[in-house]
């Protein structure tokens, strides 16, 4: 699926992302300023969370509550490598059921089976942002 959206439409393409996933874990690749951290808002919104949403650049995970259910909003922009994500339980995250929304993926690319949605957005010219989503992880590094 890719969809081209201004910010004004934001809502509208968070609640069409989430009737098209098939994993609970979304990787969300693009450059800085993209508009990772604000797509995320707007999927915590559609997915009925009443939590301020934050970047956790600086504590590389916010959680977020859901009625039955949470989500963990990941930055990994600060760390290293896989071995550091492994030392502050990154694992446990992974296998917990739970909605995982990662920025900067390609970090952990190897820890991640193939049973994710991978959000590609890029930033247009006239400000609008270009969105590709689809179920395979082709990140670049």
């Known amino acids: 699926m890719e969809i081209n959206y201004n910010i004004k439409d934001i809502d509208a393409v968070a609640s069409r992302i989430l009737e098209t996933l098939t994993s609970k874990i979304i990787l969300l690749d693009g450059d800085m300023g993209a508009g990772k951290t604000t797509l995320i808002k707007a999927l915590v919104v559609a997915l009925g969370s ?6 956790p650049t ?14 963990y909003h990941f930055d990994l922009y600060r760390i290293e490598d896989e071995t550091e994500a492994l030392n502050f339980g990154f694992e446990d995250y992974l296998y ?5 929304l990662i920025e900067w993926p390609e970090k ?4 991640l089976d ?8 890029t ?6 942002r270009s969105l590709k989503l689809s179920q395979k992880l082709v990140l670049t590094q």
């Open 123 to 128: 930033a247009n010219k006239d400000t609008s």
């Open 108 to 111: 952990i690319q190897n820890l």
């Open 50 to 55: 009443n939590d301020i949403v934050s970047s």
């Open 96 to 100: 917990s059921n739970n909605w995982l």
């Open 58 to 71: 600086f504590s590389i995970v916010n959680e977020y509550k859901l009625e039955n259910d949470s989500i």
């Open 114 to 121: 193939d049973n994710v949605n991978v959000i590609t957005i």
